[in-house]
């Protein structure tokens, strides 16, 4: 996959394209992507997909302190390859970007820079400056330009719409089996090991705790989950804990993050690491004293172990 983040020097042959933010790469925007790939194959032409960075309310409005991405841009790219996509725009988004007219989006960049023959857009697409571009708009500007347009449908699962939307709630509550099955695909969460207190270690349990690689990217809801972890290309099973510390303030709604990595005793302070939520254990506790609590994470490991055992 080509990576691109100008139009200088992109090229492609016979270009299907999609737009869009494509946050969580979930069913519903897989469908677009089988949708673009399907199309391509048919017109012998190559597969382009053109998004942006930052999310474009950063830009739109900097004074929001509520956004939360199920994806980072690293996270949203690695998936765009693993569905082997041909290129990949992931074009700065700015306020001059925000302010430019429909008509001169699709004249300037998919038609003269990017020269698209398909464009394939979800059910709901609405895009450019008051967000206009519409399928109607979008379709007279084909026939203007000399470019098909394909309209997806709405995905239902479980006779409910998946919409990002409804995965970020299924998040806040904790409901990963939820998450997952909309996704398609494990949530993930990409961040560094920083210090601690080391009391995981006093406890016999020691825990790395992470800070998020993207302030914007959501942590999921109090409580203790079963995951895997990857570390320099290893992948080892363990149990993570999200919860409060107000000091600990650098991630999403101030949670902490601290993940017990089973069977592994390496210093990994600094290191980049990737956590992969596959269930929720329980909900956070009080615990009456310290030996309640060991017992407790005991039997959290257990139930961890039980679930990543086919893993």
Known sequence: MKIYHSLENFAARTPVVTIGTFDGLHKGHQLILDKLKDLAGKMNGETVVFTFYPHPRVITSPNESSLRLLTTKEEKTKLFEKYGIDHLIIYPFSKEFAAMEYSEFVR??????IGTKCLVIGYDHKFGKDRKGGFEYLQRCGEKYNFSVERMDALAVNDDNISSTKIRAALQAGDIRKANHYFGHEFTLHGTVVGGKQLGRKLGFPTANIEASD???IIPGYGVYAVTVEIDDQLHKGMLN??????FNKNADNRSIEVNIFDFSEDIYG???TLNFIDKI????KFSGIDALVEQLRRDKEASIEILKHI
């Open 271 to 273: 290191k980049k690491i």
């Open 282 to 285: 329980r909900d956070e506790q």
């Open 215 to 217: 302030k914007h990217k």
């Open 242 to 247: 999200i919860g409060t510390r107000p000091t």
């Open 108 to 113: 300037k960049i998919l038609v003269e820079q």
